[in-house]
């Protein structure tokens, strides 16, 4: 797409007001004039996708199990399971702007994935009808649901009993973090948020420690990413995988 394809996403993201009475119609308000453009920007954006990915299926065996991609968007998650995904059972891919399902479905349908489906829902109350699931994968859509403990709560409740979580997600340190986690320091846990908040982002301090106190730690990175076009901002994130 190039760079027509983002001056029209900067152009979402920066000057279009974001407008709806629900939660849900914020987000496909967001998303629905870039939706077409959303993975080649999103690429160079939410970086830890593929790897998330990666870590989450050498872990563990993955055959015969069920997969959930909370806030799974435009489904581009799917090429990270590469061709693991014929040995997973089903795959959902959830979230609540239908512009970006849209996109999900043409990909699941040219891409001939029989086990894959999308569903337009919340992350935070979606249950899909086997009940109980093995993994569920949050990629950058924890800091856009506004009541993200509900969604790792409810994440908590569908996994079955040695379920895995993995999330990869912008996020900020506390001011006094836990032993051996990274410190940001004041300009960062200020400008960030603040910068991020424009676009309904919420970058949080609490995230890291609360998904520590509720799954067991089997990976814990934290980095940081350059963003597009602002090469000398550097933007904190984590890759996290926590067992039941
Ligand atoms: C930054 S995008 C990330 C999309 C995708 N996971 C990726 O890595 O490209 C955040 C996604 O979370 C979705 N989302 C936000 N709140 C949600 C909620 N409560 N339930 C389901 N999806 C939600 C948005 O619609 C959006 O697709």
């Not at 914020?26 to 593929?50: H, I």
């Not at 997969?67 to 795959?91: E, R």
Request: charged content about 25%.
């Amino acid at each position: 797409m190039g760079f027509f394809g983002d001056i029209r996403v900067i152009y979402n993201m920066v000057f279009r007001p974001v407008r709806g009475n629900s939660h849900a119609q914020r987000m496909d308000s967001f998303y629905k004039n870039q939706a077409k453009d959303y993975d080649d920007f999103r690429r160079r954006l939410l970086k830890g996708r593929e790897s998330l990915w990666q870590n989450m299926l050498t872990i563990e065996p993955y055959q015969n199990t069920i997969w959930m991609d909370m806030g799974g968007g435009t489904g581009s998650n799917l090429h990270f399971f590469g061709d693991a995904i014929d040995d997973i059972s089903k795959v959902y891919v959830v979230d609540l702007a239908g512009s970006l399902l849209e996109v999900a479905d043409n990909r699941i349908h040219d891409s001939g994935w029989k086990n894959v489906e999308t569903a337009e829902a919340d992350a935070t109350t979606f249950v899909p009808q086997e009940g109980a699931v093995d993994n569920i994968t949050f990629s950058y859509s924890l800091t856009m649901i506004p009541d993200w403990f509900a969604a790792i709560d409810h994440a908590w409740e569908l996994l079955k009993p040695d379920g895995k979580i993995g999330i990869v997600d912008f996020y900020l340190s506390r001011k006094f973090p836990a032993k051996n986690h990274v410190k940001h320091n004041w300009l960062k846990r200020t400008f960030w948020p603040a910068w991020f908040a424009y676009d309904n982002v919420f970058p949080s301090h609490d995230h890291v420690p609360y998904l520590h106190k509720k799954f067991k730690p089997l990976l814990f990175e934290e980095r940081q990413t350059k963003l597009p076009w602002f090469p000398f901002f550097k933007m904190p994130y984590y890759i996290f995988i926590g067992k039941k």
